[in-house]
């Protein structure tokens, strides 16, 4: 079983509207309202995809208990934690036309102690099962960072693969703390790192602990660097219009199904495997009509796929 977490859930709301004009009332469709927050996204990918899942997060208010309602018609195995501040929402607006979403994100609402407590008791309770534990998201305003920080180190005590994709000072918590893997994107890695160059940022991640760093590039693709030395690049041969929400949290997927297979990604084809199979299903992502879910014909072009090698790197101090 693979758990996902997601400490900051959302309602995802979506509307699409044939040209995006800032300043002008628009006439649309019925939008679109389902349970949402990257860990959610990541739990309804692998589902999709034939894996064993649970989806762990928390609900509150009338919008968490909207977002209860939707995972329980959903089929998707998950546990929710009841919390009493409100669920935040989440607000992606597609611009057919530009092929292109505007997202609004409500920060979300700190927890108080005690429901955090249960949240991340949970998690290590699950998680000691699982095969992997994916973090996915960013945290909520004011949430303590030891929480966090001592879920993953307990994780990893007991050999659980634990991937972490967020954001901020969350991101080299989580590298320190000696999360598996770390999936920023290309703006949140040189936020994290103060720089903007993304082998020698990846790297700066990289003695902090973490066995792999995977970076998303959007349309460049992504970089995908090993604690061992290994480092290629992967991009879809096309570039594919849509909603790009969901994408990241489609590689977060694929790096779970890698984790889950080989938890040091030490096969010696298996940077290419995961390397393929991130670029596809983030392109299938982008193809679907809302985040958590694959085009089904572009997920399966893994070989369409074009890896190249990235520059020459050391193996960092004690690698195996």
């Not at 994100?105 to 927890?111: D, S």
């Not at 991937?163 to 920023?184: C, F, H, N, Q, Y």
């Amino acid at each position: 079983m693979i758990l996902t977490v997601t400490p900051n859930p959302a309602l995802d709301m979506t509307w699409q509207v044939d040209r995006l004009e800032p300043g002008h009332s628009h006439r649309v469709e019925a939008g679109l309202s389902r349970a949402g927050g990257k860990g959610l996204n990541v739990a309804r990918v692998l589902h999709q995809q034939g894996e064993r899942v649970m989806a762990l997060t928390k609900a509150g208010g009338v919008v968490g208990a909207e977002l209860r309602a939707d995972l329980e018609a959903s089929g998707l195995v998950h546990r929710l934690i009841p919390v009493v501040a409100e669920t935040r929402r989440s607000l992606t607006l597609v611009d057919e036309s530009a092929a292109s979403a505007t997202v609004l994100n409500e920060f979300g609402a700190a927890p108080t102690a005690a429901e955090t407590a249960e949240l991340w008791d949970a998690v290590l309770s699950a998680g000691s099962q699982a095969r992997v534990v994916a973090i996915s998201g960013s945290q909520p305003r004011d949430a303590d960072p030891i929480a966090l920080i001592s879920a993953i180190a307990a994780l990893r005590a007991q050999g659980v693969p634990v991937l972490v994709d967020t954001s901020g000072a969350a991101l080299i918590d989580a590298a320190e703390a000696g999360a598996t893997a770390l999936k920023p994107n290309h703006h949140e890695l040189a936020e994290a790192t103060g720089s903007a160059d993304v082998m020698s940022a990846a790297h700066a991640l990289l003695r902090r602990g973490p066995t792999l760093v995977l970076v998303s590039q959007a349309e460049d693709g992504m970089l995908l660097v090993h604690r061992d030395g290994r480092a290629v690049r992967a991009r879809f041969p096309e570039v594919v219009r849509g909603n790009a929400t969901g994408a990241g949290d489609a590689v977060s997927a694929a790096i779970s199904v890698s984790l889950a297979g080989d938890p040091a990604l030490t096969a010696h084809d298996g940077l290419e495997v995961l390397a393929r199979r991130a670029a596809a299903w983030g392109a299938a992502a982008v193809a679907a009509p809302q985040a958590g879910e694959l085009d089904p014909g572009i997920a399966g072009r893994t070989a369409d796929v074009i890896i190249t090698p990235a520059s020459a790197a050391s193996p960092l101090e004690g690698a195996s």
